[in-house]
Structure formats: structure tokens, C-alpha cells
């Protein structure tokens, strides 16, 4: 380890302001890698002392439920850049992870091999299981330690509009009924669901509440989601300029640190095939509106974009000649007709959100 830098003033220093914070390569925004934002810069968390007492602190923050697991570097990937905390000693009770004690910004004595990473859950959370895409698949929901399905007694649209909104999804564009994506497993959690279609969370619409039900797993519900990415002025829907949805605003990606990797994980999100090439430098034109996403950093099995490390939501440094675009290989019919075979014959993809 190299040697620790001195302390500045006292043993421990207690922050007293709010910070973000963000998990970075997981499987939702409610798992990965963590970091925190300091000095207009994202930076990791050393896990020299970090423990479950820390972990739910951060999932506290981000409203993401309970900790179930301290992963590590090998897990979640090494972060870049600087390592901003360390020796992180939460009480328990903290409201923000910057209010625990710890060395102090920027004061370690770490490697990025140290980066540290937290798994949360809380009741409520949602994945899609056994579809082709992340934003589509047999609606599964987390409730008292375990997964269950949905029945898809009065399943509609506006239950749909929930999930999908609720999985930074987009829009809904199917709600499907009879086990579409397969028979699930364990129990079946909600039942006889009536959403107003505005609700933040599926378990806050109204059902015959946890557990209760008069179904089986051949009525398993599922959702298709238009995903909050679309490309715009190319040829195809599978060319063009990046834009992502935030907030009900679609806006741009700028070109820095764009490259394949990052494309081959925005064609996946799209329905394409793999990236051919990246493009730079505004190529599909200028767009318009906020840049919402710079410095994207995909390792590449990201399910979105937006789950790839980035500098956060509208941070950027950049201006509209860098929006940045991608050429996806267009679906083969071959693949298409995968798709359309039915759940038995789907690749499972798996995304949870709280």
C-alpha cells in the first residue's frame, strides 16, 4: 500500500453537507460500484473499513431500500480517477454518506483495486426476467427477501406505464398477459394490480395487497417498454444521434470518451445488432435541447446507457458539435424471428430498480 498522508487537524473529520452518490456498473442504479461527487468530479470509495453499517447508508440515500451485500473491484470493475474517501465509518443513522467520518476528501491509501460496491434492496423493487432486452420481460417484484411474480388479473397498460417508468424504461407499449415471458418461480406477490398510471412505484398501486392472490404461474404479467433511448437522423432506427431521456426531456451525449464499447451498449438498449462505428463531432446534425450525458464510461454489459459511469445527469463541458451518434447492424431476420418465438426461446435479461 503506499503510505498514508497525514490527516489534516484531527483523527477523524465529520462532513456536515449533502454530497451525491452513485453505484456505477451493477445491474440497476440500486447496485455497483460506489462513488461520490466532489469538486465537480466523480471519484470511488476506498474499503478499508467499510462495512454493512456503511452500506445502507448509501442505499438510504439513493432511496434504494436496505443493503443484502458489500461487493469489491472484482465485482462492480475499478473505477478511475481519484479515490475521494476513505476509512468511511458510518454510525448508522447518517442521512448522507459524506456525514460519516472518514480521512477526509481526497485522503487515502488505496488503489482502485479497493473500490468498494454495495447491492441494495428494499421491498417494491422491480426486474424483467427472460425477455430480449432490458426493457421488457416477466414483471418480477422483491418482497420480504425473496422474488415473486405478478398476476395478470386486470393488468393493463397504465399497470405497464408504471413498471416501465419505474425501470427508467420510457414508455409502455404492451402489457402482456398469460406468461408471455415463461412461468416464474416462488410466489406470486401481487394480484387483481390497478395503477392510475402516475404512481412512482408498482407495489404503491392498488391490489389485493402482498401475497394474496387466486392465480398460478401460467398468469404470470409482463411488460414491453419503449426504452428512454432513441437515435435521430439517420437512415434507419438503428443510426443516428444518441439522445436519452431524463425527466420527460430528451437530450444529447456528448462525444467525449465515446467510443465502441459505449455504442455496442446503446445498440443492445435500441433492439439492433452489434455497433459498427462510433461518430463523432455532431455528425448526424445538432441537436437540441439539454446535453444530459458526458464522459460515458461503459464497461459493456451495462443494460442502459444511463447505468454506465458518467459525470451524473446534465454535468457536462461540452456543446452541441460534440453531440455524439452511433451505426448499429440492423436486426437479422433471423434474429427477429428469435425474438417472436415466444419466451421459451429468449435470452434472459435481468434489470432491478427500486
Same mark, same amino acid.
Given at each position: ?18 454530497? &451525491?452518490?452513485q453505484l456505477?456498473?451493477?445491474l440497476s442504479?440500486?447496485e455497483?460500484?460506489v462513488e461520490?461527487?466532489y469538486n ?10 467499510w462495512?454493512?453499517v456503511?452500506a445502507?447508508v448509501?442505499?438510504?440515500?439513493l ?5 443484502t451485500?458489500?461487493?469489491s =473491484?472484482?465485482?462492480f470493475?475499478?473505477? =478511475?480517477?481519484l !479515490?475521494?474517501l476513505? /476509512?468511511?465509518d458510518?454510525?448508522?443513522s ?13 485522503v487515502?491509501?488505496?488503489y ?19 425477455g ?9 417484484v422483491?418482497?420480504?427477501g425473496?422474488?415473486?411474480t405478478v398476476c ?6 397504465n399497470?405497464?406505464?408504471v413498471?416501465?417508468q419505474q425501470?427508467?424504461c420510457?414508455?409502455?407499449v ?7 415471458f415463461?412461468?416464474?418461480t ?18 404503491k398501486?392498488?391490489?389485493l395487497?402482498?401475497? &394474496?392472490?387466486n392465480?398460478? *404461474? *401460467? ?11 432513441r437515435v435521430?437522423?439517420g437512415n ?7 439522445? !436519452?431521456?431524463? &425527466?420527460?426531456?430528451w ?5 467525449? /470518451?465515446?467510443?465502441?464499447i ?9 433492439g439492433?445488432g452489434?455497433?459498427?462505428? !462510433? &461518430?463523432n463531432?455532431?455528425?448526424?446534425g445538432?441537436?437540441?435541447g ?5 464522459n ?9 446507457? =444511463?447505468d454506465c459511469a458518467?459525470l ?8 452541441h458539435?460534440?453531440?455524439a451518434g452511433?451505426i448499429?447492424a440492423r436486426? =437479422?431476420?433471423l434474429?427477429?424471428?428469435?425474438? *417472436?418465438?415466444g419466451?421459451?426461446r ?6 432491478? *430498480?427500486?
Open positions: 500500500l503506499m503510505p498514508k498522508q497525514p490527516i489534516p487537524n484531527a483523527s477523524e473529520v465529520l462532513f456536515t453537507y449533502l454530497s &451525491k452518490v456505477v456498473n451493477g442504479r440500486c455497483g460500484r461520490v461527487f465537480n468530479s466523480w471519484g470511488t470509495v476506498c474499503d478499508d473499513d462495512d454493512m456503511d445502507n448509501v442505499c438510504r440515500q432511496s434504494c431500500g436496505v443493503a451485500a458489500v461487493g =473491484s472484482s465485482q470493475g475499478q473505477g =478511475s480517477g !479515490v475521494l476513505d /476509512n468511511v458510518c454510525r448508522g447518517e442521512a448522507d454518506l459524506s456525514q460519516c467520518s472518514s480521512l477526509g476528501w481526497g487515502h491509501n488505496c482502485h483495486y479497493e473500490d468498494v460496491g454495495v447491492t441494495c434492496r428494499g421491498d417494491g423493487t422491480i426486474r424483467l426476467v427472460n430480449p432486452n432490458a426493457c421488457q420481460g416477466r414483471v418480477e422483491y418482497y420480504q425473496a422474488w415473486g395478470d388479473d386486470d393488468w393493463a397498460l399497470n405497464a406505464r413498471v416501465c425501470i427508467d420510457g414508455s409502455a404492451y402489457a402482456h398477459s398469460n406468461s408471455f415463461g412461468y416464474g416462488g410466489r406470486i406477490l401481487l394480484d387483481n394490480v390497478n395503477c392510475q398510471g402516475t404512481e412512482q412505484e408498482l407495489s398501486c392498488k391490489s395487497d402482498w401475497g &394474496k392472490h392465480c398460478g *404461474h *401460467h398468469e404470470d404479467a409482463g411488460v414491453t417498454c419503449r426504452p428512454a433511448i435521430m437522423n434507419s432506427s438503428c443510426q443516428g444521434r444518441v439522445e !436519452v431521456l431524463y &425527466k420527460n426531456i437530450g444529447t451525449v456528448c462525444d467525449d /470518451n465515446w467510443d465502441l459505449n455504442a455496442n451498449v446503446v445498440c443492445r438498449q435500441l439492433c452489434q455497433a459498427i462505428t !462510433v &461518430k463531432q455532431a455528425y448526424f445538432y441537436g437540441s439539454p446535453i444530459l450525458l458526458d460515458v464510461e461503459c464497461i459493456g454489459f451495462e443494460p442502459q446507457l =444511463s458518467n451524473g445527469w446534465g454535468q457536462h463541458n461540452c456543446g458539435h460534440e453531440d452511433v448499429c436486426k =437479422s431476420s434474429d427477429l424471428a428469435h425474438c *417472436h418465438l419466451p421459451q429468449a435470452t434472459s435479461v435481468v434489470t432491478e *430498480h427500486i
